[in-house]
């Protein structure tokens, strides 16, 4: 059965510290894996990975995977507290149909 | 990225209601997703809506339990029939976009009492 874990579950730091947020997976005919931002209701997207070993940023934001180990990470340096958010990681299979695997997310809090 | 809108944005039902949910694209797709997000869960894919055809449910949910109409390409709607306190969840609807990404709607908090 696919399956997509996440580590740790939740996450309470303070302003300016930096995170590392896991995600594993087993997802068959694994095609990328998703990274997004859930504050309220609706996730939002931050990252796409596809190959292995290149790593995705955008601003204080990083991620990279590792499809040998079948793993990926969320860097946040210099936490803020608009940071405070549930992350959740999507692996993408296309056994059959096109679909997300999502994890059960880390819920960060971000303390001033 | 897409504008997608949904309606309800939060309604508290009693056991035993119906309640439909409207998901509305502001440009045509070929697929639409339907997601639950029950307390402290994460996002399960409840069933993928496609223009023309019957909507593909994946295990553990039923038509009967959650109607799915896809009358045109800018617009679905969900049902949660005969309600209980279970239904009670986040619901969400999504639409792929470029590359392997996924555009979230704003979500209808769902309370079953």
């Known amino acids: 059965e696919d399956k997509v874990v996440q580590s740790p579950l939740s996450l309470v730091v303070h302003e300016g510290d930096t995170v590392t947020l896991n995600c594993s997976y087993e997802v068959t005919n694994f095609r990328s894996l998703l990274w997004y931002k859930q504050e309220k209701k609706a996730p939002t997207f931050l990252f796409m990975l596809?190959?292995?070993?290149i790593e995705k940023k955008s601003g204080r934001l990083s991620s990279i995977l590792d499809k040998k180990e079948l793993f990926s990470i969320l860097n946040i340096t210099a936490t803020q507290t608009g940071d405070s958010a549930i992350y959740l990681c999507a692996g993408i299979t296309t056994s059959g149909t096109y679909k997300y695997i999502f994890g059960t997310g880390t819920r960060l809090k971000v303390l001033a | 990225s897409a504008v997608i809108s949904q309606k309800p944005s939060r309604d508290i039902c009693q056991r035993g209601t119906s309640l439909t949910i409207q998901c509305q694209v502001d440009?045509?797709?070929?697929?639409m997703f339907w997601y639950r997000q029950q307390p402290g869960q994460s996002l399960t894919l409840i069933a993928t809506a496609n223009q023309g055809s019957e909507a593909t449910y994946e295990s553990g949910f039923v038509i009967d339990k959650f109607p799915i109409s896809r009358p045109n390409l800018t617009f679905s709607t969900l049902t949660v029939s005969n309600m209980s306190p279970e239904d009670s969840s986040i619901y969400l609807c999504?639409?792929?976009?470029?590359?392997?990404?996924?555009?979230f709607g704003p979500g209808t908090r769902l309370t079953v009492l």
């Open positions: 999504s639409v792929p976009r470029a590359g392997d990404t996924q555009y």
């Open positions: 596809t190959s292995s070993g």
């Open positions: 440009s045509q797709v070929t697929m």
